[in-house]
């Protein structure tokens, strides 16, 4: 449905989109997550043709985003991050006349704005101003103005930004809802709304894209593979810490090692485990039997939020590695 | 031509939902009456006391008075131009309602056709509005009404170009402020750069004062109509909305 290749967008003094990549498949939820500032929104506002991409192609529906964008126009409901309301105009009114400025007409135009209304719970609403509705009201005027013509995608920035816990809920229930019948890119940073409404991520971090998988997977390799804290300590005051990464790594069941904080005497790793592989008890003895103190071990469970922060890290911290993860990483 | 339709009912409704519109004929009518009472009270004066000595007084009177009266409000359109156009797209930009506008399946064209053509509505109901003082004319005497429609066709050209240019820096910025004095700031020299061309008389001074609006109205307020003055206005009014395509496509580039 959205393919997009090598998307790049350049200002005259920073790179805000770099070379992106990706493909949404027909009637899927799609969460583009990211730090603020991660070219979230820019990315939205190309597929959207609002902006222009510097370099690389974006189709929509099968339409370049530069080549016909009125035809890409036509089928995408777009809601920015703050709902385009004329807040001197009634609801109605307003439904009314975004719904004209789509092509729709006479009884078919009527038949829309009250199938929106009763699907965004706004027909309380209609006669009064868009001015005085309260954020949560507006919210919902702003996805209803987006699905007002049926739109096959809908590209959604931060739908849930600032409405209160109730309307959030209310919002992700109405955004699951859409799913059978139109494609669905929404921006997000919130964690929880990804795991809960979206069937795969995007995660962009500083234009860049850092991954992208199934929502399943993601959260298969968090519940999955267990990863524990384990703080542990020299005798003497000091402590060798590849050597003990290298004892820690010949424990069976571990898969990866990471040295988290180091001082002089004791070090912090984090140590990721196979599924269903109790490692505890092996762990800990490797640890005394080297001769080493164990002051502290925890589990530390891998969140979708764990995970977005590392893979958000790392891309800070080694800008030029290929960090592009598929698969069940299992 | 739908979606032009669509614009200008919307950005109609905008004037006359908010104060500004009921403002701005407020402001006019008090204006225009006072434009058109100093003449009728000064040509009185001048013609009762013609007929006291006993002199026939020698001016068409309703003609002279629609003439001075009409001069006059040019200078009006200095302030009424920047309050009717200043919002047009500032207003869009600094509210994000102009991404509606751009992401919908609707041309650039079509929008700048469908606000210049509100704005030059809510231009003309002012005129309107001018004209009753004008109508009074008739109820007392019988005046040539053709001279007049040529002042009034004058006057639309005009302020027609200048709300172009207007609605041209109204894109330039997301500040009804900024619009509205940088609107008022090239209305001014507009009018005043032919001045130039009564101190000197070399190439610039001219080209100062074919560019300027004012001179270009001297042929309609005689009542004369010129078809050189009216091309002026009408190439003023593609260039304003040439421009604004030219800035509303950047705003895409640079935003």
Known sequence: MITVKELTKRYARNTAVDHISFEIQKGQIVGFLGPNGAGKTTTMRMLTCFLPPTAGTATVAGFDVLEEPMEVKKRIGYLPETPPLYPEMMTGEYLSFVGSLKGLRGAELKQRIDYVSERCAIADVRNKQLGKLSKGYRQRVGLAQAIIHNPEVLILDEPTAGLDPKQINETRDLIKSLAGDHTIILSTHILPEVEQICQQVIIISKGKLVATDTVDNLQNRSRGAESIFVEVAGRNGALDTTLVQARIGKVSGVTRIVLKEKQPAHSTFEVETQKDHFVRGDLARAIVEAGWDLNEMRSAAVSLEEIFLQLTRTQEAAPKEEAVVTGAGK | ?255
């Open chain 2, 1 to 255: 031509m739908r979606n032009v339709w669509l614009i200008w009912r919307k950005e109609m409704r905008s004037y006359f939902v908010s104060p500004v519109a009921y403002i701005l004929l407020l402001m006019g009518a008090l204006i225009f009456g006072v434009f058109f009472l100093i003449p009728l009270l000064g040509y009185l004066q001048f013609a009762v006391e013609a007929q006291m000595r006993g002199e026939v007084f020698p001016i068409n009177m309703p003609e002279e008075i629609t003439r001075r009266f009409l001069g006059n409000i040019p200078v009006t359109e200095l302030f009424i131009i920047p309050l009717v156009t200043m919002r047009l797209f500032a207003e869009e930009k600094r509210t994000g309602t102009i991404e509606l506008l751009t992401t919908s399946p609707i041309q650039d064209g079509e929008v700048i056709l469908g606000k210049w053509l509100a704005a030059t509505t809510l231009y003309c109901c002012l005129l309107a509005l001018s004209a009753v003082n004008v109508a009074f004319l008739f109820v007392y005497s019988h005046p040539d009404w053709k001279p007049m429609l040529v002042n009034y066709l004058g006057l639309l050209l005009q302020g027609a170009a200048l709300l172009a240019i207007g609605t041209f820096i109204s894109t330039l910025t997301k500040n009804q402020i900024i619009a509205g004095a940088g609107t008022f700031c090239a209305c001014l020299l507009l009018f005043v750069c032919g001045w130039v061309g009564e101190f000197n008389s070399d190439t610039w001074a001219r080209v100062l004062a074919y560019l300027s609006v004012s001179t270009h109205m001297e042929s309609f307020l005689k009542g004369t109509l010129d078809s050189k003055d009216a091309i002026y206005y009408l190439t003023l009014i593609l260039v304003g909305l040439f421009l604004t395509a030219r800035s509303m496509e950047s705003l895409r580039w640079r935003s």
